[in-house]
């Protein structure tokens, strides 16, 4: 399966973006129906799923296309929920688990960082010094 990834330049999301989004978690699920199914042995063959989603403006507008969009996902078996607004006395699980994720790249990130920058100054001293500069390989290289 290819990956997706979709990013506002600031970091945000839009109500395109969350309709995007949602219909990408959908395409996963091929069994979605408004209501459980099940074999004789009680597995499940098809129903609906519950995304909850944080109430940050874009996801829960008022506007025809988002209301639309949401009675759609739910005649589909996809039932939209909202997460506990910002500002309570709790968090949304997906931002206590982004703590650690975004701690994970920030450390990789500035490793990358400063081994570009080692690289990079040593191939400005190895130009002063009169050698053939190393700076286009330097920064091409990974």
């Given at each position: 399966m290819d990956t997706h990834v979709a990013v506002h330049r600031k970091g945000s999301m839009d109500k395109d973006l969350f309709i995007q989004t949602v219909l990408f978690y959908c395409s996963l699920f091929l069994n979605l129906?408004?209501?459980?199914?099940?074999?004789?042995d009680n597995m499940v063959i098809e129903g609906?799923?519950?995304?909850?989603m944080d109430s940050s403006p874009g996801k829960n507008c008022k506007?025809?296309?988002?209301?639309?969009f949401h009675q759609?996902?739910?005649?589909?078996?996809?039932?939209?929920?909202?997460?506990?607004?910002?500002?309570?006395?709790?968090?949304?699980?997906?931002?206590?688990?982004?703590?650690e994720f975004k701690g994970?790249?920030?450390i990789a990130a500035q490793v990358i960082f400063e081994i570009k920058l080692l690289s990079y100054s040593k191939?400005?001293?190895?130009?002063?010094d009169g050698k053939n500069s190393t700076i286009h390989q330097s920064?091409?290289?990974p």
């Open positions: 129906a408004q209501r459980f199914k099940f074999s004789k609906p799923t519950f995304v909850e506007s025809e296309r988002s209301i639309k759609d996902m739910h005649h589909d078996g996809v039932h939209l929920g909202p997460g506990l607004p910002n500002l309570t006395s709790t968090t949304q699980e997906m931002d206590d688990w982004f703590q994970c790249t920030d191939a400005i001293r190895d130009c002063q920064l091409t290289q």
